[in-house]
């Protein structure tokens, strides 16, 4: 994770604690910064000196763990935009910045002193009530809609029978199509990897028409959506999908039948609870390190 924080947000933030101002926001925060690790922390405190440094750090130790680095930068602002990957970033400001939708539109979550704790408080609770039991019927994919509104340049739907037709239905138009849809901001740059199986199979019961699905998600996106598809041969039992800041698993597989019940659930959950943050991360990682080996064979 990549945390971007203002010195004076910090400082305002560290004094409640010490009051025990501490909502389940401030109590997230304090658990990303305490013990989440892996965070590389920025904040703009110009330093001098290598002496200044560690005073600074000794500051902070209430709230930060010695071994969790501080960087230094001069803006916060020009830092992301010249050198942000924003593969996971978070930016915490005093205030709302007018910067802040641009940066969204990159993938950055963003959030002023005012407005951090409802923010994570909704994300929270929105993942958690992303609940759906598909021994009922299945109301469609529009019901993750909310979705759209966390920010996102990343999806990796990892499923070894993604493109597979299941009992007649058809699992792109169907499913991954609204599924995308629901998910995906208008006009967000995102990439979406696809790790499956049966892409180059040559018997006819498990043949995929992978050109044929190319063709269809490019011009289904090519007008509202900003969206580049990425097809990893990969087999897997897991049916997950990841994004920058929350996951969607799907234990019967996104190519389900959706006029046909079954005993399978889909849920969402959020990198605002350390379990599900290393879970996603860990995953994320193993499945980049899967991409370039896909690419170097």
Request: glycine fraction near 4%; aromatic fraction near 14%.
């Amino acid at each position: 994770m990549e945390l971007y924080i203002e010195k004076a947000f910090f400082d305002k933030f560290n004094d409640e604690l010490k009051l025990d101002f501490k909502s389940k926001g401030k109590t997230v925060l304090a658990a990303i910064l305490k013990t989440y690790g892996d965070v590389n922390l920025l904040i703009d405190y110009a330093l001098e000196t290598s002496e200044e440094l560690n005073k600074f750090n000794i500051d902070f130790f209430e709230v930060i763990p010695i071994n969790n680095p501080i960087i230094p930068v001069k803006s916060i602002k020009a830092h992301f935009f010249d050198f942000s990957k924003c593969e996971q970033t978070l930016i915490f400001s005093i205030n709302n910045e007018d910067w802040f939708e641009e940066a969204e539109q990159k993938g950055a979550l963003c959030f002023s002193y005012e407005n951090f704790e409802q923010k994570i408080e909704y994300i929270i609770t929105l993942c958690d009530n992303l609940k759906v039991d598909l021994s009922e019927d299945f109301a469609g994919w529009d019901f993750f809609r909310e979705l759209k509104t966390i920010p996102k340049n990343e999806i990796i739907i990892n499923d070894g029978y993604l493109f597979a037709e299941n009992s007649g239905n058809k699992p792109v138009e169907e499913n991954l199509i609204p599924l995308l849809k629901n998910i995906s901001a208008n006009h967000s740059t995102i990439k979406v990897d696809f790790f499956t199986n049966y892409m180059n199979s040559k018997k006819p019961s498990e043949f995929i028409d992978l050109d044929k699905i190319k063709r269809k998600l490019l011009n289904v996106f090519k007008s509202d959506y900003n969206l580049s598809f990425e097809y990893i041969q990969y087999h897997s039992h897991d049916r997950i999908l990841y994004s920058n800041f929350f996951l969607i698993g799907c234990g019967v597989g996104f190519n389900f039948n959706t006029s046909k019940k079954s005993n399978s659930i889909i849920t969402v959950d959020s990198v605002f609870n350390k379990f599900n943050y290393k879970r996603i991360n860990n995953h994320i990682r193993d499945f980049k390190m899967k991409r370039l080996i896909s690419i170097v064979q």
